[in-house]
């Protein structure tokens, strides 16, 4: 891989392993919503408690479309999706723009990456504040979503130099 010289060395395991958290956290959380959907008195793992309760928030109208769509499409619009299904969609998209070297390729992950921290943020702070929960699915993916940032920042910056290097 001489082409990736200049990437930082563990920033491809780093995407992967964040990934393929990120993936498996989405997907869990999924699973809890449409079993809880499916059965109301389902206790899933991450329900330690009243207020630590990861169903009680996948379940909650900021479950779906970060509880916004829902004020411009109908709550069961195919648009209005779980936000877990918005993190398989997001990770998997992390993970195969991690191939390109491309500078368009890396602009896109950066981007990407500030609207899932500005996202977890807002659900971070609709979490404490407003639902008064504890999420420990939730607050794992916002750890990774800060540090896919991070790292894509680095890899922005590393191709950025590639390129003029060669240019």
Same mark, same amino acid.
């Given at each position: 891989? !001489?082409?990736?010289?200049?990437l930082?060395?563990w920033?491809?395991t780093?995407?992967?392993?964040? =990934?393929?958290?990120?993936?498996v956290?989405?997907?869990? !959380?999924?699973?809890?919503?449409?079993?809880?959907?499916r059965?109301?008195? +389902?206790?899933?793992?991450?329900?330690?408690g &009243?207020?630590v309760s990861?169903?009680?928030?996948? @379940?909650?109208?900021?479950g779906?479309g970060?509880?916004?769509? *829902?004020?411009?499409?109908?709550?069961?619009?195919v648009?209005?999706?779980?936000?877990?299904?918005?993190?398989?969609?997001? +990770? @998997?998209? *992390?993970? =195969?723009l991690?191939?390109?070297?491309?500078?368009?390729?890396?602009l !896109?992950?950066?981007?990407?990456s500030?609207?899932?921290v500005?996202?977890?943020?807002?659900l971070a702070?609709?979490?404490?504040?407003?639902?008064?929960?504890?999420c420990?699915v939730?607050v794992?993916? +916002?750890?990774?979503?800060?540090a896919l940032? +991070?790292?894509n920042l680095?890899?922005?910056k590393?191709? &950025?130099?590639?390129?003029?290097k060669? =240019?």
């Amino acid at each position: 891989m !001489a082409a990736a010289q200049g990437l930082p060395r563990w920033e491809p395991t780093a995407r992967i392993v964040l =990934g393929l958290l990120g993936l498996v956290l989405s997907v869990y !959380a999924l699973h809890v919503e449409l079993s809880r959907e499916r059965d109301p008195e +389902y206790r899933a793992m991450c329900d330690l408690g &009243e207020s630590v309760s990861c169903s009680k928030v996948f @379940t909650s109208r900021w479950g779906r479309g970060f509880g916004l769509v *829902q004020f411009f499409v109908a709550k069961d619009s195919v648009l209005n999706q779980p936000n877990s299904v918005l993190g398989i969609l997001f +990770y @998997t998209l *992390q993970m =195969g723009l991690g191939l390109s070297l491309s500078k368009k390729a890396a602009l !896109a992950l950066v981007i990407c990456s500030w609207v899932s921290v500005a996202g977890s943020l807002y659900l971070a702070s609709i979490l404490a504040f407003v639902l008064g929960d504890f999420c420990m699915v939730c607050v794992s993916t +916002y750890v990774i979503n800060f540090a896919l940032l +991070y790292t894509n920042l680095k890899r922005r910056k590393a191709i &950025e130099g590639m390129k003029k290097k060669t =240019g």
